[in-house]
């Protein structure tokens, strides 16, 4: 008919390439242990809310709430300031040979969102009403809730795979959602709960970038020194 | 058979022309994109994406920018709205030819 131009495979690879390096998953790992970290600083020691209780008692109420904004911004800035370093290290090495590609910020189809928010609530509802059959523990809601939360964020992963065609989030978002489940079994403790959760899937996610940005780094190099 | 003449000649020429396609499908799949990348992804020479760039910026389908990067000089080159959707009904208007061809064939 006349000359064809593969627009679905120029699509595609465009935005696989902000995949390509693993940075985007060493970025979500890190900010989600840190969420870690703030959730287990929170939870596990009391002394930080006696400390922010005392601030609030010494220097006003607005005190309290200057410094628990700080804390809760902490996985913001830092992923933020993540973002800087991964932009830097991309212009300075990564991506110096073969351009810059700003990603579009819808990366996950909108029926995806929905089908994940749908699996949060049918399996919240699902779970509440079976609770009566299953030996609960004090903690049953919570570890509950970060079963779903993890069931959810599985399928966004999925969804994204399949989406852009990267097999890895496919992976990881099955593996991450069965081990989410097993947090169901973990009633003994809200902290732990949390923080296996937000540790599980940060690993995860910082394991695959590390592990892709190893394949690619050679292949990076010999690019930089031919061009 | 005159009906998808009249189809093909209702194109846009302007996204038609296969490497100012390739740009267009780029820059429809990212916010943005540099110089640099569209050259690797296109396979045009310097000269040449130029001239498509400017003749896509003149028909107000991307915005060029231009600035610096430390020293280096950095073109990053995005998709206006109107570009958006002429890239979005182009292939409207291509994939349902193609399967009219299809189903014919």
């Given at each position: 008919m006349f000359e064809q131009v593969d627009t679905k495979k120029i699509i595609l690879k465009t935005k696989q390439y902000e995949f390509a390096d693993g940075l985007r998953d060493i970025q979500l790992g890190i900010a989600l242990i840190l969420m870690g970290a703030v959730w287990f600083g929170l939870m596990y020691q009391p002394s930080w809310l006696m400390f922010m209780i005392q601030l609030g008692r010494d220097y006003g109420r607005w005190a309290t709430i200057v410094a628990f904004l700080l804390l809760f911004s902490l996985p913001v800035v830092a992923t933020a300031g993540m973002q800087r370093i991964m932009e830097s290290v991309r212009r300075r090495w990564?991506?110096?040979?073969t351009g810059m590609v700003k990603s579009?910020?819808?990366?996950?189809?909108s029926h995806i969102n929905i089908l994940a928010v749908f699996i949060f609530i049918v399996a919240l509802i699902l779970g509440l009403r079976f609770q009566s059959f299953l030996k609960t523990g004090d903690f049953y809601l919570m570890s509950l809730i970060m079963v779903v939360v993890g069931w959810s964020f599985g399928v966004s992963l999925i969804g994204l795979g399949i989406n852009l065609k990267v097999w890895r989030y496919v992976i990881m978002g099955v593996i991450g959602g069965v081990a989410s489940t097993?947090?169901?079994?973990?009633?003994?403790s809200l902290t732990g709960a949390g923080l296996l959760s937000f540790l599980g899937w940060g690993l995860i996610l910082l394991t695959s970038g590390l592990i892709v940005l190893k394949r690619v780094w050679p292949e990076i190099r010999e690019e930089g020194h031919a061009g | 058979m005159p009906d998808k003449i009249k189809a093909i000649s209702n194109f846009d020429r302007l996204i038609h022309e296969p490497s100012r396609l390739a740009i267009m499908a780029v820059l429809f799949a990212s916010e943005s994109a540099d110089f640099k990348f569209l050259l690797n992804t296109t396979g045009l020479s310097k000269g040449n994406l130029s001239a498509h760039l400017r003749k896509l910026e003149a028909g107000d389908y991307l915005t060029i920018t231009k600035g610096f990067k430390g020293n280096y000089p950095h073109t990053t080159c995005a998709l206006t709205k109107e570009g958006r959707k002429a890239f979005k009904d182009y292939q409207k208007q291509y994939l349902s030819l193609a399967k009219q061809f299809e189903e014919e064939s």
């Open positions: 990564l991506w110096r040979e579009s910020r819808i990366l996950v189809p097993a947090l169901i079994f973990y009633q003994s | -």
